[in-house]
């Protein structure tokens, strides 16, 4: 694992999040790769869904946003 290549990080992420004792160590894992790859819209698309699930709107709508823009046709 790589931690400076974003879909190592997104990929752990994943992982940690599958399991919902690791869940708070998958969305740090998951806002790290959205910084290391800003332009990648999947990565933006997952943190969106995340934030929505756990009530943080605001973000999950600037997330959803930024999915959007980088992938308007997705």
Do not use: C, T
């Not at 999040?17 to 998958?26: A, E, I």
Request: aromatic share 6%.
């Amino acid at each position: 694992l790589d931690p400076a290549n974003a879909q190592d990080v997104f990929l752990l992420a994943k992982i940690e999040l599958q399991n919902r004792f690791g869940r708070s160590s998958g969305i740090e894992h998951l806002e790290q790769a959205a910084r290391l790859a800003s332009d990648r819209p999947e990565i933006a698309a997952a943190l969106a869904e995340i934030y929505r699930e756990g009530g943080r709107l605001a973000e999950a709508a600037a997330e959803a946003r930024r999915a959007l823009e980088l992938e308007p046709f997705s």
